[in-house]
């Protein structure tokens, strides 16, 4: 584990800088946007808006439904650890290899579930 170190080490480091200098960027970016929206006067404001918001105060955006997103998601996680429990149970693989089973059937089984999900939210969009 020692060789984990410099490169943990250095990671933690350059990412906090990022971190940090990405932040005051962001702190002068808002400024100036709210410096220009101040100039815009009140009759524009909604001109200027909606065309880059595409109608979400106006509630015309995508409906998104995180439940069903959160439900599939844990739904095939438990599909993919039922899976991998079966795998393992039957075939009775190396020790080491019984991670590797259970942490790939839990990536793909979830990962079908987001995808089912998406094309359910689009299905129901299109109504």
Same mark, same amino acid.
């Given at each position: ?21 990405? /932040?005051? $960027?962001?702190? #002068?970016?808002?400024? %100036? +946007?709210?410096?220009? !929206? ?34 599939? /998601?844990? $739904?095939?996680? #438990?599909?993919?650890? %039922? +899976?991998?429990?079966? !795998? ?40």
């Amino acid at each position: 584990m020692e060789w984990l170190e410099v490169p943990l080490n250095l990671l933690i480091v350059f990412g906090t800088m990022y971190l940090v200098f990405e /932040l005051f $960027a962001r702190r #002068g970016e808002r400024k %100036l +946007l709210i410096e220009k !929206m101040t100039e815009i006067r009140a009759e524009d404001f909604g001109k200027v808006i909606s065309p880059y918001l595409s109608g979400m105060f106006a509630g015309q955006g995508k409906k998104h439904s995180s439940a069903l997103r959160w439900g599939m /998601l844990l $739904a095939g996680i #438990g599909i993919g650890l %039922l +899976l991998g429990f079966y !795998m393992v149970y039957y075939y009775e693989p190396v020790w080491s290899t019984r991670e590797i089973i259970y942490t790939s059937c839990v990536c793909i089984c979830g990962g079908i579930a987001l995808v089912i999900s998406y094309v359910i939210e689009n299905k129901s969009n299109k109504n």
